[in-house]
């Protein structure tokens, strides 16, 4: 009979085939007795972390890159001090020795979780120490992830990079996990590799090994025993999302309605990467690593090599740039800037000129000479515009460096509501959506408890990007869109709807949301885009979405 | 008592790599160190959980103390380690 569990998936993939489980970790047995010789118990101890340690450092060496830093981090924590020391202190007070073992990595645990975010996941490494340091004192194997010998889904209470380095990745189906979170380091890597997973799932440990599952990562399910009907549809599923990556052409609606589908890059090997892909250029070039990670400001000749390497890479591809955007939140090592006490509202992005007026000159001549150099004419923009005033001179001082196409990012509520005569000033603009949210919702982005607000499906948030639209679309000039809901699908047919003409998104982002558009029509995302300002909240902003979407692109999405 | 402050250098604050070459340079002194965030229970700077555990951010002042003979070129050093933004390097 077939029976359902769900959790929190990541990734869109779904598949069908046998559970493979990674056995339970060891658990200290209740009601044990202390050891009769403490002394004997205490070695027993620092030997078990001691061989954990050395175990992990093995694989620490034998891996590569990120994993092998965080095996190495792994092992640190194995032979960690301060947790043996407590340890031996509990087994001295008379603790039984495995009982010991737990509660001292518990309250480490307790510790991590306590603190939240990047600790919390730390938790799942934590408890495969437990694991392993348990195993040795029991005479028993350390907890393995099994030999796959046929492709399989893996099914685990946790999984701790300690556990998956020694999977193969060729094997693997999909991740299901009790415990973890979506943004642990097993899902990330899962997500990388295109592999569904999901995490979070209650009850996944009564899965028995070799039992047929199909897992959903869209939807955060695992249906046990699949029926004929689903394991096809499941198939159809995968069949088309693997040939969205076949569609290469622009960016269009169904009736061939064009809207730019770019790429936002970061560093210049991310451009490179993305300039292999089926994109028509980059929507976002985020400037400010060049920055950050610098001790002195970047001379004029660097900047030049990094942005010509960028525009070659994308040969007659549009390439927008965005000048420096750092501030208090993001601050130079090189540049003493006072400490503020709200940096989002603080002299960040354009407005650092005020201080460091020399950064921009020097970032405008770097263009002009990549231009010079590659004969390519970058797009450039600026970040954290408030004014026409800020849009007038920063176009005047771009155009005087001989930069042809200018515009300025709209992420301030009032350049949405001056957006006409914002372009009037420049040649395009950029809506920044992450920080149009925050300041619109006066909610600020890295407080977890207030994401419901900063939904970029909230009508008031909508309600300004319409406007920068129609202001774009009446002034006859480009208004692009490179926060992060230009990656959602669905929020493209909005976006498309109003009258966008380019989504900028992570460039893995990009097939989807040309297969969307595509089965759309430039009237049904104009329907759909004035539905989603008529409604009052941001899950009814996304249901009138869903309620008009194509059911192909419904049931291949899990939508 | 040798005691020394520093700002926290590193862009994400003292965890992760940062957070390891730091407990692994204290446990190089051979020497008991503690590391303790302004107003709290200072912890041993040696052990990578319990410095993880402060979750001290980028830009944070951290107090370095040890009663240990040589202590005050061994701190310097420290406070020259967590001046750096060890995280890019």
């Not at chain 1, 515009?407 to 005569?421: I, K």
């Amino acid at each position: 009979m077939s029976g359902q569990l769900t959790g929190v998936g990541v990734g869109r993939g779904a598949v069908c085939g046998p559970v493979a489980r990674v056995s339970s970790a060891p658990q200290a047995p209740a009601g044990e007795t202390p050891p009769a010789d403490k002394e004997v118990a205490k070695a027993a101890v620092s030997q078990a972390f001691s061989e954990v340690t050395a175990g992990l450092r093995r694989r620490a060496v034998a891996a590569e890159g990120t994993l092998a830093e965080v095996l190495e981090a792994t092992a640190m924590m194995a032979e960690d001090k301060a947790l043996i020391k407590d340890v031996l202190r509990r087994v001295t007070a008379g603790e039984p020795t495995l009982t010991a073992v737990d509660r001292s990595v518990d309250k480490f645990c307790q510790m991590f979780l306590g603190a939240g975010g990047y600790l919390a996941e730390r938790v799942t490494d934590l408890r495969s120490i437990r694991g392993r340091v348990l195993a040795q004192l029991m005479g028993l194997p350390e907890p393995e992830v099994p030999d796959l010998s046929v492709p399989s889904v893996i099914v685990a209470e946790d999984l701790a990079p300690a556990d998956t380095a020694a999977l193969d990745l060729t094997k693997v189906l999909a991740v299901v996990t009790e415990l973890g979170g979506p943004t642990s380091h097993t899902a990330i890597i899962a997500g990388q590799q295109g592999i569904p997973c999901v995490v979070r799932v209650a009850g996944a440990m009564t899965l028995v090994d070799g039992t047929q599952v199909a897992v959903d990562a869209a939807a955060g399910t695992v249906t046990t025993d699949p029926s004929e009907e689903l394991r096809a549809e499941y198939a159809e599923r995968a069949r088309v999302l693997a040939s969205l990556d076949d569609l290469t052409g622009p960016g269009a609606t169904s009736d061939g309605h064009p809207v730019q589908l770019l790429a936002n890059v970061g560093q210049v090997q991310d451009a490179t990467r993305a300039a292999g892909k089926a994109n028509e250029g980059v929507g976002l070039f985020r400037t400010e690593v060049l920055f950050l990670e610098a001790t002195s400001a970047p001379t004029e000749a660097e900047q030049a090599a990094a942005y010509g390497a960028v525009l070659t890479a994308f040969g007659d591809r549009k390439v927008v740039v965005r000048t420096l955007d750092a501030g208090a939140d993001k601050p130079l090592a090189f540049a003493n800037q006072a400490h503020e006490d709200n940096p989002a509202l603080g002299v960040r992005g354009y407005r650092l000129g005020r201080i460091l007026p020399d950064l921009l000159d020097t970032q405008l001549a770097a263009l002009a000479r990549a231009r010079a150099e590659t004969g390519i004419e970058p797009w450039v923009m600026a970040p954290m515009i408030a004014t026409p005033e800020e849009a007038r001179e920063f176009a005047a001082k771009a155009r005087s460096y001989g930069i042809a196409t200018v515009g300025v990012m709209v992420e301030v509520p009032a350049a949405a509501l001056r957006a006409d005569r914002i372009l009037a000033e420049v040649d395009f603009v950029s809506l920044g959506t992450n920080d149009l949210s925050q300041y619109t919702m006066a909610a600020d982005r890295l407080q977890g408890a207030l994401s419901d607000l900063l939904s970029p499906w909230q009508p008031a948030v909508l309600e300004l990007v319409a406007r920068v639209a129609a202001a774009g679309v009446s002034a006859g000039k480009p208004v692009g869109v490179c926060g992060e809901s230009a990656g959602d699908p669905l929020m493209g047919l909005v976006l498309a709807g109003m009258g966008i003409t380019s989504l900028s998104m992570a460039p893995g982002a990009v097939a989807t949301t040309r297969y969307v558009l595509s089965r759309h029509s430039f009237a049904q995302c104009q329907v759909i885009a004035e539905a989603v300002l008529a409604v009052e909240t941001a899950d009814q902003a996304r249901q009138a979405v869903l309620d008009r979407v194509d059911p192909q692109v419904r049931a291949v999405l899990a939508l | 008592m040798a005691t020394r402050t520093v700002v926290i250098a590193s862009t994400v604050g003292l965890h992760a790599r940062p957070a390891s070459l730091f407990t692994q340079a204290v446990d190089a002194t051979g020497l008991d160190i503690t590391i303790a965030k302004d107003g709290e229970e200072p912890v041993d700077a040696a052990s990578i959980l319990m410095v993880m555990a402060l979750g001290a951010g980028h830009g944070e002042t951290m107090t370095l103390a040890s009663e240990d003979e040589g202590a005050d070129a061994a701190l310097d050093s420290l406070v020259a380690l967590l001046s750096r933004d060890l995280d890019a390097e």
